[in-house]
């Protein structure tokens, strides 16, 4: 078999939770944006996209040539973090001041959305692992895009439509909670780390980084609420770093406790909830006014970009044995 063949059997292989290799390096890049290493983000920004592309080809393809398989993969909760990994990536092209490509994204998610959720919903079951919260995060998701572009193009709707999925995300989560397995926090392959044991990490970290953004978007220009109102934004955004951090540690010390150290692609659901708490301490940090979160911020992002290349390595030796293993003899 030749090296194209080899490669393409192995993406074959990939399961749709590939989508959060995309989430993890998007949400990095943002880090590290907001953080000032603007060559080290555009570097994650590029390995995002080039991601991304290959995993959009895959999906039309199998919805063109694969009807049944696309209908199974779909039916996964799993499935809809490709919602996530698009509305990351337009985050980023956001911040980066590219308002055109960053709305095709959001228009192009928020067309996903809806069709995605409800068929993951419909398969909903007891005892299910961490990836049962990505319903919650591809909504957030949803809600730091929108509420980027508002910010950036003063777009008051959007704002609004923004604090909805806000909301939303957050009933989701409470409806993911009672389907959640508490004992994955100590047995699961990686995405454990979108639960932390009764509350979503990840999906706290995004809730956070929602509201924050959120508030950014607030201005002068713009009326959006009273103060009453935000301050209830102001409070909850706290609220929800505070146990986006405590669970943080109830996760490190579950990793210690039962290490679970092979390569697994579901570990780039471990590598999101790291990179998109850093993310949003740093970005509380701005939008709130508290300057000395950056610290911890900082911190939380180096360790995120650390598991990064941890897991960057083991998907390219699990890449390198799965070349060898359909190679011809």
């Known amino acids: 078999m030749s090296a194209p063949s080899s490669f393409r059997a192995w993406w074959a292989r990939q399961p749709p939770a590939a989508a959060a290799a995309v989430m993890a390096t998007g949400i990095v890049s943002v880090g590290l944006h907001l953080a000032g290493y603007e060559v080290l983000s555009r570097i994650a920004l590029v390995l995002a996209s080039v991601v991304w592309v290959g995993l959009a080809a895959d999906f039309v393809a199998r919805l063109v040539r694969e009807r049944e398989r696309w209908r199974a993969d779909a039916g996964t909760p799993a499935a809809i973090a490709a919602v996530a990994a698009t509305a990351a990536l337009g985050t980023r092209f956001s911040l980066l001041g590219w308002q055109t490509p960053a709305g095709a994204l959001l228009a192009l998610a928020a067309v996903l959305w ?72 100590l047995e699961g392959g990686g995405d454990q780390w979108v639960a932390g044991g009764a509350l979503a990490i990840s999906a706290l970290a995004i809730s956070a980084l929602a509201g924050s953004k959120l508030v950014a978007a607030d201005s002068a220009r713009m ?17 929800l770093l505070v146990l986006d951090l405590v669970w943080y540690a109830v996760l490190l010390v579950a990793e210690v406790a039962r290490p679970r150290l092979r390569y697994d692609a579901r ?55 799965g070349l060898r293993s359909t190679a011809p003899r």
């Open 114 to 185: 809806p069709g995605l959720l409800v068929t993951v919903v419909r398969h909903w079951r007891r005892r299910m692992p961490g990836s049962v919260f990505l319903c919650c995060v591809a909504t957030q998701g949803l809600a730091v895009l929108g509420a980027t572009l508002a910010a950036a193009g003063t777009t008051r709707w959007l704002a609004h439509a923004a604090l909805v999925l806000f909301w939303l995300g957050l009933v989701l989560y409470g409806f993911a909670l009672y389907r959640f397995e508490p004992r994955q926090v």
């Open 267 to 321: 570990r780039w659901a471990t590598v999101f909830p790291l990179g998109m708490t850093a993310t949003a301490v740093l970005s509380v940090a701005a939008a709130l006014g508290v300057p000395w979160l950056e610290g911890p911020g900082q911190v939380l992002l180096w360790i995120a970009v650390a598991a990064w290349v941890a897991v960057t390595a083991g998907a390219a030796l699990d890449l390198r044995a």
């Open 223 to 239: 009326y959006l609420w009273n103060d009453d109102d935000l301050g209830v934004l102001r409070a909850v955004t706290a609220a």
